[in-house]
């Protein structure tokens, strides 16, 4: 390290306690080894927790309307490649004092934006070489890394789908090198995301947006095509987000980004896939769970940036995970895939602007740890129980289980179907869609009475 | 026709008319004979509008706290088949009275549906009898039908995708039955709307989604393999929208239903295309003219619902369209493509619950086919003039018309790339993006001054 | 009772059994007797619940896409006075199986409207026997009358604020006469909604706003005077709702609604109060604990309609309460207060449409008085403990304890401010907001661990 | 002036020429001596436009996710006084370029703020001379002064409803000394904003909220003391705005800010007035119009932000105004009101981030000037014609006019009422809503044909 001071010296490393007294700064759901209820897997395993640099320690907590109010002490430095190592200290710190094993992050979040590709080129290098050591030091993992691809004014005109070759170019050839960078550092994916990637007026796509997303397909491509040359054995994983920082973004949600990668030619590729965030489904209008569903349908779910929005807010607000029922469902489903078996929950999740204790980050990665981890054991509960499937699959979808379900399946004639349609209809009864019932179910588990 | 009498007396045949005293139920600008500047193509060419028998002759202005309150004096009859003829008789005295060459149904809106299967096709087929004298008389052509999947209690629990595959043995016999009326009505397209194929709660669908998609895909497929059979030349249209009556529909919008056909193997099916509406656009947070756009960049745009919806309002409230401004990026794409060659503009739209004065449903209309009217002109002057491809294509896309612009386009190596990121970074510089300057040339267009 | 039958006969009477088996139709978590830890009530005081009539027994559960789907054997009647009886009937069979100590009515809920006033009114005086016998039988009290202002076609076009003061006469002698029966039935309160109190189209209030606000307010003080009058001692109570069926209803949120009834004189009145409903701060955009708030600083929270939207949904869905973490900060409020002394929540909450199990409107009830004592319970935990207070009001607001709080808050010159601004900034010292440290804190107490 | 350069050298002072080539720099409907149809004065008079300091030349284009793009060559310079100065003449040089006669300020978008308040206050002095001398030079005037209560840290927990008497007393003593300024500068009005003045989180306001609106009400009545005091005849005006950055501001729309104003003893106060904004209006989810129209209905309309949002995005975009249909309803309001005699139409509008060329301001306040013309000849010419006053006045109102209308609005007794009830009801006729009609009757003004 740079230095033995601590950067957040008033906090050790966080154990799991359940009892201990309030205030304290204890896990008390988070056990990293607790072996969870009917899987094989410990919560450690089935959360793959990782810390992002981006709003970890490098976020000063500014909006659109004041100056940053967070104290960052690791950013008071020198010369920029001290800061961007104390940055990387600063990351590992968090990262062992709460037993996070993972971290990811943008090119520039850590190291410095040079005057010319070389020059960034060689501070990237400069931070990769302290990285590898502070892994080494620590048995710590990258989860992914990134480009920034929004920050510099460059890009405001797009990167992929944008309106010069030269930023395209740009663009392309900082992911290869960040590419190889994850790669060195032995990182599990690397993530694009494309929020420059999108209508900011309409006028300027309406003869221009096959065109551009024909150049998304082939930087896309390109990207995969280099991975594959490397040997890098991670996916490409694509982030959708409707909106912010342009009018919209073409990877709108799940689905829209899907449609575009399967157009490109890149849903065919075995590595590439999605990476989904809470708080970007609830700007599409959509239910993360949805999301998480749609994902999952087309076998393209690899990792989660875990935060939440708040509905009535129009912005991505990346708060801390807080809310337990709303991740009962996503777990119900990574339970059923054993987790994320090639992906990671990363907090891409920052501070309010008006948290300035130095313990608040704790506070925060330390409630959405927690949160996440009682959304598992319910969501083992009531799988392990089976209620929840015997109203939805025994008695909602029973019909299914039928010689006529086996048969439409199967494949029936226009006149079999037409027979069946005379037999058994207009009037056809049904299954109650039993949601006051599902509801109270949820509940039960949830808050267990007795 | 089964009386001599009008339904709508007070009202004549409307002329084409633009120094009408005001007040006069005239066109001002809808003159379906005028060639449009720059086009070898009359207004009526390019804007095929139709009237929808749904909202023109059978709603009655309920909605969820109220009563209807439109006279609709076609629906008092002693039978139910007098009813629905005469409700024919209402829509093709709309038609005649407005110069409209088109209509649209569901199934039950002008047959009433039997007590059995049987039943209802008889009176399908009456009805059809009907129309096809109607058409004889009147000369006036089927847009598209459609069934309604969404009224009967049978498909609460949805249809393709549903819990029950008697519904959807069901649901798809009225599509083979009306789509073959549609063929013999010589209908241009058939639509698939899907208002209960979507999400009701989130817990029914975490292990059947992919199931039921499926489900979704085979019945789009034996539609598409029964109009093949039958050698109907029309396309199968299907028609995004994001929510309303479910929670979540699973065709939320252009992009997303794009990636459902294409899943299905449907989307590679030459007669399969999409409807689009102006008000489901916004109800999916976007733009309709960016929904149009995503449309074409997959050739896929065949019809349009042609309505207005309130960005304010969270439901469906299918206004008449009244707002020129919105129309014109979508007339400029239109424009590109000589209209809607193999589609329709259908009137989707209702009357306010408050408007209960029979001409109202004729304000309706001609505001709606004068306001296409006049963003068709419009579009058409951009157009002619080029200042606005002189700014987009110009000067904003400029650098790829470039050699470093074909070379990206040809296929550059990873070096390629890099020399030219080395070469041309990292400060680029680019055009302005001209927003600004932008909407003052769609206003000079709307608003000649001088 | 009109007849012996039982029309819930499958239910018999909900006991309060936290450990019955699962599927069990039984209270896990509301006893009426427990007392409340920190409080010297009862849950069954703190939480006085209604059912409300008209989605309880009177909506048949359509949509505007689909008819009803839901059994009501009491709908079976051979004449509308017998009908209306059996929705009294099963009302009260609700409330005795459920325990619920309330109800609420709209007038033609129960009573059919006549051909003539005065039918209407005979109709209205022939239910309120029947009501008063029911009552007298069970023990069970009406929460609050109101009146359908919203359902019949003559209100399409508003009521107090509408276009046409024989409507204005018509629902106001409604309102006399309702109030008339809510003070016999010894009713708490009486609600004025005002759905159709709204814009329709902004061209028709440009002129008449001040005009249609001015006959609001002397509607509401005819409605008021006639209260003191017969000496109704309950609370006329306004509710408010931000759109549907009106584009913008005025009473758009609390805050709006304060104002107007201020303007009119209304909110100077002793009997003049507030009902909120959770669902409608949500189409609001508001939390509905803000919402609360807000009308308990004027002093103005008499009731509450228990129920909740789903914040991506654009209209009203009226589920029943199941999200316990919402209702938290609402029961920190209501604790402060004793409750609600003078009102009741009262379940404006129906069934989905998919939910046709006649036991479905028990487990949608259970479900909300459960999900309601939850909130109680671990909102009287959070009192007691007293961090949350440590947190909020020790640290957060600690400087206005310190005596330039207190001379500000008793006046202070300019001078002296402009001395106090020189002394204390421009740097100031804050405590942190502690928002996530907050989060930790709810979970905490949902989710107790070890 | 500091310097005899010219901050934007490529654009002389812009003519009115309604015929200039396409591309020119030029009003084409902005007239200031036009008299406008129907009324006694110019557009000038009647669209009293203002340049904002705070975008038009403090802004950098910067967004949440990257850093500024715009050129700003005044903001170079050695030190902060000489930049604050160029500031003041690219401001100036803007007004008398676009012959835009005033402008606004916060007093740290001109004047940087110091170390401490002294010092701060001297470099306000410094400026305040500055643009006294412009004034004096130009003719131009100051349409109103604020402070920027939302840039610095200290303001982040709030100011007036904040948690700390220190940061109260520091805004308000910032308050006193811009009223100061501004009374100097002969300024019209001064605007209270209020973006800090919000809920965070609900638990910090559950038990304050009345507390901290107490503080709000102090607050403002020691503005309007002080205003009184030294003889300010300007007003004090309100500026609602529902979020961002806070999660909700207490003055979340027109009628919540009359409502705290009022419980304050502030609307009382004759010199408290509201400044409004669109798109602070449709953040609220409401028109601008409508927002208007509940202003002008309590008589404390005074000044408006001019500009526009994009109802499909949740957060601030400040467009300059470019679309006339949304204008025309304000415009027929503001024409009953001879205008805004006491204030002013400042543009509170920024370039896109994109709009990177000096010329786009230019193209950015000319469009939005042309745009609030166009509307304001639109509103004229319907008003001078009369018909929509036929319909809404004389059809859709027309009953208020009779004689039951009159003694409704005397006073009439509980018998009368019913009397009248019993005599019109229950089923009353009523005049057709008109809204198809009115939407054709405002594009007949807008697009005239023939």
């Known amino acids: 390290m740079t230095s033995q001071k601590q950067w957040f010296p008033g906090v050790g490393n966080i154990p799991h306690d359940p009892k201990a007294k309030r205030g304290s700064l204890v896990f008390r759901h988070f056990n990293p080894t607790e072996v969870v209820a009917g899987t094989s897997k410990t919560l450690g395993e089935l959360l793959p927790f990782g810390v992002v640099a981006w709003h970890g320690v490098c976020n000063p907590s500014a909006d659109m309307f004041g100056r940053g109010t967070r104290p960052m002490p690791w950013d008071e430095a020198p010369d920029p490649i001290t800061k961007g190592k104390q940055r990387c200290e600063a990351l590992f710190e968090l990262m062992v004092k709460l037993g996070v094993d993972y971290y990811s992050w943008h090119n520039y979040d850590l190291a410095p934006e040079g005057a010319t590709l070389k020059e960034s080129h060689k501070n990237l290098d400069t931070i990769t070489d302290f990285l590898a050591e502070l892994q080494a030091a620590t048995g710590k993992k990258l989860a992914w890394g990134t480009c920034d691809h929004f920050s510099h004014p460059r890009y405001r005109l797009g990167v992929a789908t944008g309106v010069c070759p030269k930023v395209y170019a740009y663009g392309l050839s900082e992911v290869f090198k960040m590419l190889e960078i994850t790669m060195r550092l032995q990182g599990k994916n690397f993530v694009l995301w ?76 075995e590595n590439v896939g999605l990476n989904l965030e809470e708080n970007h489904a609830g700007l599409a209008g959509l239910d993360f769970a949805y999301e998480v569903a749609m994902a999952r349908a087309a076998d393209k779910l690899i990792s989660i940036d875990a935060n939440e929005g708040d509905p009535l807010i129009g912005w991505d607000v990346d708060e801390f995970s807080h809310t337990v029922k709303k991740l009962i469902p996503v777990m119900l489903m990574l339970l059923e895939d054993g ?22 980050i704790f506070w925060g990665i330390i409630g959405a740890m927690d949160t996440w981890s009682i959304a598992t054991k319910v969501a083992a509960q009531i799988r392990s129980e089976g209620v929840l499937d015997d109203i939805v699959e025994e008695s909602i979808y029973a019909e299914w289980g039928t010689s006529l379900g086996d048969r439409i399946r199967s494949g029936m004639t226009k006149d079999a179907i037409t027979n069946a349609a005379h037999r058994y209809g207009p009037t056809i009864e049904l299954p109650s869609g039993s949601e006051e019932r599902i509801n109270v179910l949820i509940n039960e588990h949830m808050f267990p009475a007795g």
Chains 1, 2, 3, 4 share one sequence.
């Open 194 to 269: 494309g929020g420059r990637e999108g209508m900011r007026q309409i006028m300027s796509i309406i003869k221009r947006l096959a065109f551009v997303l024909e150049n998304y397909g082939r930087f896309g491509n390109s990207v995969c095509d280099y991975a594959d040359e490397i040997g890098f054995d991670g996916k490409i994983i694509y982030e959708p987000k409707k909106r912010e920082p342009s009018k919209v973004q073409y990877q709108s949600d799940v689905a829209a980004t899907l449609f575009l990668l399967q157009q490109a030619g890149l849903l065919q590729r």
């Open 339 to 360: 987790g994320l078996p090639n992906g990671n929950l990363a907090f891409d999740a920052k501070l309010r602007r008006e948290s300035t204790d130095p313990k608040d």
